[in-house]
């Protein structure tokens, strides 16, 4: 376990720009909810980190990091739910075919 | 016949006043809605199924309104008898309009002034309709027309009787309406329409005058209930209240044609002659002198207004009496005379002489009337010709029309004792007492004009010799069915005895004392010092100096035109008209009726056409423009903007990304600083 704050919020950040270069670039909706769940964990990191060196943030950053915890697995369920139905719709797991809300 | 059946109403009675008379009112007033009721239902029924009907559609009609005429007589015996109490009584039917404290009531009223409105109206309504039985016989679409008289006869009958100023508002534009919709009967004919809208039209000059009026009452009393604004208006400045009598003579200009506004009458005899009868003659022309008399109250503490009255009346009929002369269609000789008749009216209200005024609207409903329906009967019996240039010589072949209309000729023309004299004198003597010297004058001259134009009409109509046309067809001309001459004599009755019957005895006739409740006060207030009648001195004077009046046009227009066997001669008539330029001129000015009808075209239809022009120039380029600007700015910008919403979600992610980098770009620049 490295002793600076600094190495982890540098892999937090490297974290969060691959899960945003991901959710951007990939097509397959599966792949986008994987990427949101990478930048989640980013910032859990980011948050636990602060947690372990900041002392007055000690126990509220655990708190916050299990809700975030909690957000990220209800959000993944629902977008997986959403992801599913569409599949279903429309046969393709294609995001840059969703364009019905064009029209 | 109308002796009061409770002489002195009880002197404790006057103490309590109007509460227990309402309280008390007899059952006949129970019976005054059905006056409403029945034409209203009549108009209804004839409107849905007339048609279906076809020949006998004039049934219904004619029997609700021969129904309403019998209830009418009741009530009009029972208000002049005293039953409904000195002041007469009312009912309130329901709340019209309940609008916080604008509260308006749906209530009926029965005055003695009503009830004098009511025999005119009622009578006269009853014998049109059964003229127009006969008369429009042949026309496909009568049951329309009875619907529409029915309709007619609803109107007027809740104007005189409507107690609040907006009921009787309500009521003006319903004649008005009724009174559109029979001058454009017969819509196919271009005229007939044109007519119908100038009527309109010209009416809602004065009707603009009449609503701003009424709003005037509701601002400054707070009520518009006619008794109760009365008292209230009574305390206001003279200001307001010369302000709300000058707007609700407006009204009256316009409903009773006067001048300016006294166009649209004689091209309302585009309608079928029933009803300029009817509607343009005996009743709803009538409507501005009964609303006059009726604010008499406003009018009393108005003193200058009350000149203006005068002015416009007399004017009116002096303007009116010299078209007549020249015009030779039969319908608008009448139609002149009547507009001139309603001059004398407003001259009489002018000069405070309420009784005189109604007076002459009750025997000019009743001569005109007649005079309208016998030049009906002539049109008719010389097959729809109304030029009187294409009759003459008739009287031996349609006696019963040319009798009835002698007596009414005579009868407007003031010869005694037939009903004009008396009307007529009335306003003349009293004009003259009450130091409406020139009112008196112009009266006077136009006493000789009217007897002159009547004559004039009577011998181009029935006396000398048949024109080309008359001879063309003189073996086909017939006197009218029974329907319409029945009509005709029932009216010459009341056009010969009502002077009689009203005007006597003397300087207290029976009309002012039916009247006095509703006028004393007023009369009271302008004229204090009236002298009693003499009529071995001023008033004796005056009657012979009226009779003289109208002999002098009589005997003129009988050395001009004729009489019976003896023709007429054209060229004194005509060296008489070409004497020299001024004559000429007066000849040709008459006979264009003075270029009004020119004017109002300059005024209006040129002029106001260029301002309309310009005005919808405006509309359309600067005022259209910036709205269409703001449209088309919208929809462009729009369209425009739409492109950036693709539908694609990575689009928007990666316009949030964008969006977060630049604003932690931008803190952190601005934190580094």
């Not at chain 2, 240039?389 to 009835?404: A, D, E």
């Not at chain 2, 020139?438 to 004009?449: C, D, E, H, K, R």
């Not at chain 2, 007066?586 to 301002?611: E, M, P």
């Not at chain 2, 310009?614 to 729009?638: E, I, K, P, S």
Request: some cysteine; hydrophobic content about 55%.
């Amino acid at each position: 376990m490295s002793q600076s704050l600094d190495a982890y919020l540098v892999l937090a950040g490297i974290l969060f720009a691959i899960g945003s270069f991901g959710f951007l670039a990939r097509r397959n909706a599966i792949s986008m909810l994987m990427s949101i769940e990478l930048m989640i964990n980013a910032v859990n990191l980011a948050i636990v980190a602060f947690g372990a060196f900041v002392p007055e943030l000690n126990v509220d950053a655990s708190v916050i990091a299990l809700m975030v915890m909690a957000v990220a697995a209800a959000e993944a369920t629902v977008g997986l739910a959403i992801v599913m139905a569409i599949y279903r719709n429309r046969r393709t797991p294609l995001v840059d075919e969703y364009d019905a809300m064009r029209q | 016949m109308f002796e009061p059946l409770i002489p002195s109403a009880a002197p404790w009675l006057a103490a309590v006043e109007a509460e227990p008379i309402a309280a008390t009112a007899s059952q006949v007033l129970n019976l005054v809605p059905l006056l409403l009721l029945l034409p209203l239902s009549g108009f209804i029924f004839t409107a849905l199924f007339g048609r279906r009907i076809g020949r006998f559609a004039f049934l219904v009609p004619l029997l609700l309104i021969v129904a309403t005429w019998a209830i009418a007589m009741v009530v009009v015996y029972e208000a002049l008898s005293g039953g409904f109490g000195e002041h007469g009584a009312g009912i309130t039917l329901w709340t019209w309009i309940p609008a916080g404290a604008f509260q308006v009531q749906m209530g009926l009223y029965v005055d003695q002034l009503t009830a004098c409105l009511l025999i005119v109206v009622t009578t006269i309504g009853m014998l049109v309709h059964l003229y127009s039985v006969g008369y429009m016989a042949h026309d496909p679409g009568r049951w329309r027309f009875f619907a529409y008289l029915n309709l007619f006869m609803f109107s007027m009958l809740l104007l005189v009787l409507g107690d609040s100023w907006l009921t009787v508002f309500a009521a003006w534009e319903l004649v008005g309406l009724s009174s559109y919709l029979l001058i454009g009967f017969w819509y196919p004919k271009r005229s007939a329409a044109l007519a119908a809208k100038k009527a309109f039209i010209v009416n809602r000059v004065g009707d603009v005058g009449f609503a701003l009026g009424i709003m005037l009452i509701w601002v400054s009393t707070g009520t518009l209930n006619i008794r109760e604004s009365f008292e209230l208006i009574a305390k206001l400045d003279s200001t307001t209240i010369a302000a709300i009598a000058l707007l609700v003579f407006c009204g009256a200009v316009g409903k009773s044609a006067q001048f300016p506004l006294h166009v649209w009458l004689p091209d309302a005899m585009e309608g079928p002659t029933p009803v300029s009868a009817l509607i343009h003659a005996a009743t709803m022309v009538n409507a501005g002198v009964y609303l006059v008399a009726r604010a008499n109250p406003i009018f009393a503490l108005a003193p200058n207004v009350m000149v203006i009255v005068a002015a416009i009346g007399i004017f009116t009929a002096i303007l009116a009496a010299s078209i007549a002369f020249t015009q030779t269609d039969i319908k608008r000789v009448l139609a002149y005379s009547t507009v001139s008749q309603l001059g004398y009216m407003f001259a009489a209200l002018g000069v405070g002489a309420f009784t005189a005024a109604i007076f002459h609207l009750m025997a000019h409903g009743f001569f005109k009337g007649l005079l309208f329906l016998g030049s009906g009967s002539v049109i008719h019996a010389v097959h729809e010709e109304q030029d009187m240039n294409n009759m003459g010589g008739l009287w031996r072949k349609i006696p019963i029309t040319h009798w009835t209309m002698f007596v009414g000729a005579l009868a407007i023309a003031g010869i005694p004792p037939l009903a004009g004299f008396f009307s007529k004198d009335e306003i003349l003597a009293e004009s003259f007492k009450f130091a409406f010297g020139w009112v008196w004058l112009i009266g006077l001259v136009v006493a000789v004009m009217t007897a002159f134009y009547m004559w004039r009409l009577m011998a181009k109509t029935f006396y000398g010799e048949p024109s080309a046309h008359a001879r063309s067809i003189w073996d086909r001309i017939r006197e009218s069915t029974w329907t319409m001459t029945v009509p005709l004599v029932l009216l010459a009755i009341p056009s010969a005895l009502i002077g009689l019957f009203l005007g006597l005895p003397l300087g207290d006739s029976r009309i002012t004392q039916w009247l006095e409740p509703v006028f004393a006060e007023s009369e009271e207030l302008l004229h204090p010092d009236k002298q009693p009648f003499q009529l071995a001195g001023i008033d004796g004077v005056l009657i012979i100096l009226s009779v003289a009046a109208a002999t002098l046009g009589l005997v003129v227009a009988i050395w001009l035109f004729g009489a019976f066997r003896r023709a007429g001669s054209r060229s004194r008539v005509e060296s008489l008209t070409d004497a020299n330029g001024a004559t000429r001129f007066l000849y040709r000015a008459t006979l264009n009726k003075w270029w009004f009808d020119d004017l109002n075209h300059l005024l209006f239809i040129v002029i106001g056409g260029r301002v309309a022009d310009a005005m919808w120039w405006f509309d359309r380029t600067v005022v259209d423009g910036t709205v269409n600007g703001v449209g088309r700015l919208t929809v462009d910008a729009g369209r425009g903007l739409r492109r950036v919403q693709t539908g694609r979600v990575q689009n928007y992610a990666l316009g949030i990304a964008i969006g977060l980098i630049v604003m932690a770009g931008a803190y952190l620049a601005i934190a580094a600083r």
